[in-house]
């Protein structure tokens, strides 16, 4: 399935959920997406971003890595259901977008936290998000460098 319409259901979801549990097993299928989102540019994307593109495995991972995988039926996984990545700009800016929602989400969670434990979780799923984030902006940032500097080779 294309990353586009994975992020797109992503939203969705995480907009829909409403319990704590709920929202914590979205943040962790966005992490889980960003991960294979990130592994796929690592490897197939522009030789400028797969540095970034690694770093966003690797930190998204780690954001699943402090959430409790939620008990998914495999077919009910998203990151698996990633076939296609056609626009990488189109898509590192969605998943900025998503990034975004779940940092907001854990936010919520995290302020309205009963215990400590689910307090510092969020904490920590926080920090990993905005990491993750970062790296997606900082992709971006790149896509746009190496667009701006394909004129001037063209003319040159």
Partial sequence: MDAMRLIVTS???LARSG???EIL?????????????GSRLAVLGPPELRG????LTELAGRGCGVLSAPDLDPGRLRAAQLTELDDTRQTLLCLGGLLGEVGIALVG???????EATYWQCM????ATDESRDRV???LRKLAARE?????????
């Fill in 148 to 156: 701006e500097a394909l004129p001037e080779r063209e003319a040159g």
């Fill in 52 to 55: 970034e593109a690694l770093g």
């Fill in 124 to 127: 920590e799923a926080i920090d």
């Fill in 11 to 13: 939203r969705r979801a």
């Fill in 137 to 139: 902006l900082e992709m």
């Fill in 19 to 21: 319990s704590a549990p």
């Fill in 109 to 115: 969670m995290a302020s309205a936290a009963d215990d």
């Fill in 25 to 37: 097993a979205e943040v962790w299928q966005a992490q889980a997406l960003a991960q294979a989102i």
